[in-house]
């Protein structure tokens, strides 16, 4: 148990729904990051937040937004959705000092049919 | 930009036998961390081993270790004693060491079998 908790775990919607998948980071973790892996990709990165605050910008959508709320927990949100969008979503959380690794969710499983 | 090469998709080991996994990356800073992590059917995230690019000596963590070599940007893990359970997706990924905030970036990853 990485302490990282995604949630749903997983999701089926339609083309052109919008949805939110949650994110609550490992204790004492200020930053949360998201990370999309598509079937037999690799990950990419979204973006990341530190304390509420956006840090980092990677591939993402202008269809998707993020953010972080005061007890750390972060939300993804995903618009318009299209057939491609279908993927595994990561949250990761990690901290500025210790041994540098990010902390993994189990992932939330997105189908848009 | 800082970038993770791992050029091979797939390998397969026998059970008991060595095998070991390459990855290069390229950056330009001096400071940074090297993870190899573990993605098993299941699509959980796991971390395998990390290194310290100030670190000299390679790490080790078990049956797997690391061959760190820095003037050539290479990272390599090797798996001893291969199980069955070893089978699954290895992913390469490099961490900046500037205010320890920044992001993993990942190589596309190689898929590991395990012959019994």
């Known amino acids: 148990d990485s302490g990282v908790t995604q949630t749903p775990k997983h999701l089926i919607t339609a083309t052109g729904q919008r949805v939110t998948l949650r994110c609550s980071p490992r204790s004492g973790d200020l930053s949360v990051y998201w990370y999309q892996q598509s079937l037999d990709q690799g990950l990419q990165f979204l973006i990341q937040y530190y304390n509420g605050e956006e840090r980092a910008k990677g591939n993402i959508l202008e269809r998707f937004s993020a953010q972080q709320f005061p007890d750390l927990h972060s939300e993804l949100n995903l618009s318009s959705l299209e057939l491609g969008d279908s993927a595994l979503y990561f949250c990761?959380?990690?901290?500025?000092?210790?041994?540098?690794?990010?902390?993994f969710g189990e992932g939330s499983r997105l189908t848009v049919l | 930009a800082q970038t993770v090469t791992q050029s091979q998709p797939e390998m397969s080991v026998q059970e008991a036998e060595t095998v070991t996994l390459s990855c290069t990356y390229d950056t330009s800073e001096s400071d940074y961390y090297l993870f190899w992590y573990k993605q098993p059917p299941s699509r959980q995230m796991i971390l395998v081993i990390r290194?310290?690019?100030?670190?000299?000596q390679n790490a080790t963590e078990n049956r797997f270790s690391v061959n760190f070599q820095k003037a050539a940007k290479s990272f390599s893990l090797k798996i001893s004693d291969s199980q069955l359970g070893d089978a699954a997706m290895y992913f390469c990924?490099?961490?900046?060491?500037?205010?320890?905030?920044?992001?993993?970036?990942f190589g596309k990853g190689i898929t590991l079998s395990v012959r019994p």
């Open positions: 990924a490099y961490r900046s060491y500037t205010g320890a905030n920044s992001k993993l970036t």
């Open positions: 290194q310290e690019a100030y670190k000299q």
């Open positions: 990761a959380s990690g901290r500025t000092s210790g041994t540098g690794e990010l902390f």
